[in-house]
Nanobody
Framework: QVRLVESGGGLVQAGESLRLSCVVSGTFDELRSMGWFRQDPGNQREREFVAAITKNSVTNYGDSVKGRFAIAGDFAENTVYLQMNSLKPEDTAVYYC???????????????WGQGTQVTVTS
């Protein structure tokens, strides 16, 4: 059974940094990518893409975080990190870890989600 557990969220002031971590447990025949999304519960918008990394180390970022956030992945340990620098109040959200892959013995490729970790940035 696949499980994603995030950690590292918290309350910081604008301009400060946080580092999120996510451990993906379970066994995969193929883990293709890991990444982060976020959602502001008070906004009701759908989850916003933040960053992703493939097992070939190709990275992709949402426009709002480019140049401030950096994603790193360890596919041997199935762990993904998000270094968030120069945080802004508009970065406040629940951050969700996600991965895409095929579980051991599975037929198709699925996406999996963590429960989220709160990041709050005050001005």
């Amino acid at each position: 059974q696949v499980r994603l557990v995030e950690s590292g969220g918290g309350l910081v002031q604008a301009g400060e940094s946080l580092r999120l971590s996510c451990v993906v447990s379970g066994t995969f025949d193929e883990l293709r990518s890991m990444g982060w999304f976020r959602q502001d519960p008070g906004n009701q918008r759908e989850r916003e893409f933040v960053a992703a990394i493939t097992k070939n180390s190709v990275t992709n970022y949402g426009d709002s975080v480019k140049g401030r956030f950096a994603i790193a992945g360890d596919f041997a340990e199935n762990t993904v990190y998000l270094q968030m620098n120069s945080l802004k109040p508009e970065d406040t959200a629940v951050y969700y870890c996600a991965c895409v892959g095929r579980e051991e013995g599975g037929i198709g490729v699925d996406s999996y989600w963590g429960q989220g970790t709160q990041v709050t940035v005050t001005s």
